[in-house]
């Protein structure tokens, strides 16, 4: 089963060296962060349903549950902190927190949305939403949630999920699909927005409580932030996972292969990697991990870490790995999970069903895309990743 409860930290970010600066047909905003911490319930992800030619970068707020973004909504703009989760389309925040203005406009419809860890539900509004230099939409669908479970001290959340996941989340008209944040910004600003695609890049924590927390690209890609060349994969023609970012792949530790190839998500929203029963059983047995119940993750000895064997992805041709350093939980971090100190816990875990059993058989969630740099294409109906600089680091 996937971690009943951790102790998650929340990077507050404090944006620095205004005014933003333009580089390489960029926009930057250059950002540090700063740890807060807050508990949060991690739900199993099977669980969630679907109620669940200049670019533009943006900063994002790191967090074991994916990240954050600072959005403002209405004109004069009140600004939210909300999470951003690629698992998922539709933008809510709060009911006691929205402050409606001349540019919102109530349209009477309720929206429900689910997630692996709780839902919402509220009245829709049409509002002005901005999350960065030129990224401006007007007249955006966000769901001012009146009910909300299990989103404990969160101001809300933006979906950068495919269109398909609105479906099913206007009561009155569930086949009616809601225009995404990255639907209308490309259909409002086809001069500026060249592809409807949003790059992401993560820095794994780096043992600091100041250090560069992570950017967001709409519209494309910065080639500053990985290496090489990207490559794409094609969206999975499986029904359960296509609406999701959906992808084929297998897994293999050392040389074996412990999961073969398969379809499931990514997914920024969920904070490990999570894959079927019989998958983890074959990584447990071979890494020697034990379940500790504490913080429901597997810990291993020093003499296991030292012979862990690199974690290979296999997508579309193209293997990604994750080093021995990249498959464990970052040790600076170990008590606020209910870990301890000198102990080395796996963030690999068990997804709680079997192979085909599920809608999907594994999620590279968080921790996955901190080490490649991930393309969300809608234009091309694809996902993309490549290597950084931190692929390889022992940052953890």
Not at 3 to 15: E, H, K, N, R, V
Not at 269 to 284: D, M
Not at 287 to 295: C, D, K, N, P, V
Not at 324 to 333: E, T, V, Y
Request: proline share 6%; with cysteine.
């Amino acid at each position: 089963m996937f971690p009943a409860a951790l102790l998650t930290l929340l990077l507050l970010l404090s944006i620095t060296g205004l005014p933003v600066k333009a580089a390489n047909s960029l926009i930057s905003v250059p950002i540090t962060s700063r740890l807060k911490f807050s508990n949060v319930r991690l739900q199993a992800l099977r669980d969630r349903s679907k109620h669940g030619k200049r670019l533009t970068t943006v900063p994002l707020i790191n967090n074991f549950r994916g990240c954050t973004i600072p959005v403002d909504i209405g004109e004069p703009p009140t600004r939210y902190n909300l999470v951003l989760d690629s698992g998922s389309a539709n933008i809510w925040v709060r009911d006691s927190m929205y402050v409606p203005t001349d540019t919102s406009t109530p349209t009477e419809r309720i929206v429900v949305s689910s997630y692996g860890d709780g839902y919402i539900e509220g009245l829709e509004f049409l509002d002005t939403v901005t999350v960065g230099p030129g990224l401006t939409v007007i007249g955006q669908s966000i769901a001012v949630a009146d009910e909300v479970e299990g989103h404990d001290g969160l101001d809300g959340v933006l979906g950068i999920g495919p269109v398909a996941l609105t479906l099913e989340t206007l009561i009155e008209t569930p086949t009616e699909p809601i225009p995404t944040f990255t639907n209308n910004l490309r259909r409002q600003h086809p001069d500026t927005i060249p592809a409807e695609m949003v790059g992401i890049f993560f820095q794994p924590y780096s043992g600091s409580p100041l250090h560069p927390a992570g950017q967001l690209t709409f519209g494309g890609t910065d080639s500053d932030l990985y290496n090489g060349n990207i490559a794409y994969t094609p969206i999975t023609n499986s029904e359960s996972a296509r609406d999701y970012w959906g992808i084929e792949q297998s897994i293999t530790y050392g040389n074996t292969e412990i999961l073969r190839t398969t379809s499931g998500i990514v997914d920024s929203g969920f904070s490990l990697i999570g894959i079927a029963t019989e998958a983890f059983v074959l990584y447990k047995a071979a890494t020697g991990g034990e379940y500790h119940e504490a913080t429901e993750l597997l810990v291993i000895s020093d003499h296991q870490y030292n012979a862990l064997q690199d974690l290979k992805f296999n997508i579309h041709g193209e293997t990604y790995t994750l080093t021995r350093n990249g498959q464990i939980w970052p040790r600076s971090l170990n008590t606020m999970i209910h870990g301890e100190a000198g102990s080395i816990y796996l963030i690999v875990t068990d997804f709680g069903k079997g192979i085909g059993e599920g809608d999907y058989d594994f999620v590279n969630g968080y921790v996955f895309m901190q080490r490649f740099y991930t393309v969300f294409d809608t234009t091309n109906h694809q996902v993309g990743f490549a290597t950084t600089p931190y692929t390889d680091a022992d940052t953890n």
